[in-house]
T-cell receptor, first 115, second 114 residues
């Protein structure tokens, strides 16, 4: 078990407010990812990190920022939430060794509703 | 750039029937291939993966998939499905370099009927 915790699990907010989602892992995995899941679109990569303070954009990064000041925490911030950011957000880590090499291990998801 | 196409958005089948969920991909570089399953209100979990070697890979819950390089496909199969297999299934490709970013298909909803 890669030990990923996402918080909050559910959040309802209003347009224009800032929102931060947190992903916490317990096993010092180097690579961490934020995806959003929308009906008919599968999972789309927002941002990813390959180490402390090392982050890069994914395919749908507009309107989002991330930070990783510690190995175990990867934060996703919506500076000013919009209704189009209503989605389910998944954090994932990449397993690099052992039987799980190459695969992603996902958190339980954070459901965000922007009114 | 890489992309994944899951050819069926919904697949209804009867219990104990065989099923195939189709996945095609495109990539300019070598990739890893994966199938993930998502049960309602849960995160995704790995069903199986192809990294190298034998093109027929077996996963959990009796699923298997075959990597076909010439057809750039990675179809998922199960010879006899159960009600409990009802879920959404995602095919994904991962760049072997470039931080291993994964690209997902849009998903196939498998509904197993009694």
């Amino acid at each position: 078990d890669a030990g990923i915790t996402q918080s909050p699990r559910h959040k309802v907010t209003e347009t224009g407010t800032p929102v931060t989602l947190r992903c916490h892992q317990t096993e010092n995995h180097r690579y961490m990812y934020w995806y959003r899941q929308d009906p008919g679109h599968g999972l789309r990569l927002i941002h990813y990190s390959y180490g402390v303070k090392d982050t890069d954009k994914g395919e749908v990064s507009d309107g989002y920022s991330v930070s990783r000041s510690k190995t175990e925490d990867f934060l996703l911030t919506l500076e000013s939430a919009t209704s189009s950011q209503t989605s389910v957000y998944f954090c994932a880590i990449r397993l690099l060794s052992g039987q799980g090499a190459g695969e992603l291990f996902f958190g339980e998801g954070s459901r965000l509703t922007v009114l | 750039a890489q992309s994944v196409t899951q050819l069926d958005s919904q697949v209804p089948v009867f219990e104990e029937a065989p099923v195939e969920l189709r996945c095609n991909y495109s990539s300019s570089v070598s990739v890893y291939l994966f199938w993930y399953v998502q049960y309602p209100n849960q995160g995704l979990q790995l069903l199986l993966k192809y990294l190298s070697g034998s093109t027929l890979v077996k996963g959990i819950n009796g699923f298997e998939a075959e990597f076909n390089k010439s057809q750039t496909s990675f179809h998922l199969r199960k010879p006899s499905v159960h009600i409990s297999d009802t879920a959404e299934y995602f095919c994904a490709v991962s760049d072997r370099a470039n931080a291993g970013k994964s690209t997902f298909g849009d998903g196939t909803t498998l509904t197993v009927k009694p």
